[in-house]
């Protein structure tokens, strides 16, 4: 893997939506990256996903002039051993998450940064899972990553300072702006949004209102860009409950509990953009 701008090579462990999209981000700002999954069908299909995000971030203008980095994809985690910082960004399971980020940490050299892309999971958790938790940071990308440019930084109690500065760098390299957050489950934007979701989904599911009108209200009366229930279909009502679930089980708050609409979504497939229906009808699978 060849040396990006700013002397980085990145690998990317986890090929779904926001792997992908996050590959997209640093490939279309010249850093190589080396994308990890264990099934190659995915890989494939991850290949297709990151060159139309590419396409889609050059016609809304969101990425610089200049030559992409070279994008590798392989199914080995031993082909991120020289990276100067991996990403996680795999499903928003705690033992999922610690048992991929456990085997980043053993495969990589000391001082290599250590990202987790998770959305809810507290940091310190995952830092125990970690052989050096000082090199660990959570960076929360927002979906569409490759549009969107503020982020979600979360320093750990074990997180240190040169850790900050290397996040810090990279995300200028990616022209990304890190809003910095103490650790705590949820963060700041889900344990505000997730909630609000789930509420959004409750009003549907009692008959109070359609999706379109709980979505319009918020759009027209409070500024909500998308609507939560859109907002939902976009990162996926699976991804949904897992990161509620997390919440529900670290605060015991009534509001972060699932409600029962998006646990039938979920058992029926209707996930969202990524399988053509959720609270909408996209009318066939998004890539």
Same mark, same amino acid.
């Given at each position: ?11 990317? @462990? ?9 590959? =997209? ?8 990256? @080396? ?39 392989? /199914?080995?985690? &031993?082909?991120?051993? *020289? ?8 499903? %928003? ?10 085997? /980043? ?6 001082? +290599?940064?250590? @990202? ?28 569409? =990553? ?28 990616? &022209?990304?702006?890190?809003?910095? @957050? ?18 959004? =989904?409750?009003? /549907?599911?009692? !008959?109070? =209102?359609?999706?379109?009108?709980? *979505? ?6 409070? &500024?909500?860009?998308? &609507? ?13 409950? *897992?990161?509620?679930? /997390?919440?529900? %089980? ?17 058992? +029926?497939? *209707?996930? !969202?953009?990524?399988?053509?229906? !959720? ?9």
């Amino acid at each position: 893997m060849g040396v990006g701008y700013a002397g980085h090579r990145l690998a990317v @462990v986890g090929a779904g939506v926001m792997g992908t999209n996050i590959t =997209a981000l640093a490939v279309g700002h010249g850093v190589p990256v @080396v994308l990890v999954d264990v099934d190659e069908a995915v890989l494939s299909t991850a290949r297709e996903a990151v060159r139309l995000k590419l396409r889609h971030a050059q016609l809304m203008g969101a990425l610089p002039d200049g030559p992409h980095g070279e994008l590798v994809t392989s /199914v080995s985690l &031993g082909d991120a051993a *020289d990276a100067t910082a991996v990403i996680e960004a795999v499903t %928003e399971l705690p033992s999922v998450k610690a048992e991929v980020l456990a085997k /980043v940490s053993a495969t990589v050299r000391p001082g +290599t940064l250590l @990202v987790s892309n998770t959305s809810c999971i507290p940091i310190d958790e995952l830092a125990s899972s970690v052989l050096r938790p000082s090199e660990l940071a959570g960076v929360h990308f927002m979906n569409p =990553a490759y549009l969107i440019k503020p982020v979600e930084v979360i320093r750990g109690p074990r997180t240190d300072h040169r850790t900050m500065e290397t996040v810090a760098g990279l995300l200028a390299c990616l &022209g990304r702006r890190g809003l910095v @957050v103490r650790d705590g489950t949820g963060f700041v934007i889900n344990r505000l949004l997730h909630p609000l979701i789930n509420a959004a =989904a409750m009003v /549907v599911a009692e !008959g109070i =209102a359609s999706a379109e009108v709980v *979505d319009g209200l918020l759009e027209g009366c409070l &500024g909500h860009s998308t &609507g939560p229930l859109r907002t939902a279909d976009l990162i996926g009502l699976d991804n949904l409950v *897992d990161s509620l679930n /997390v919440l529900y %089980e670290r605060t015991g708050e009534d509001s972060c509990r699932p409600c029962g609409l998006l646990l039938e979504k979920v058992r +029926t497939g *209707d996930l !969202g953009r990524k399988s053509g229906q !959720g609270f909408y009808d996209y009318g066939k699978v998004a890539s």
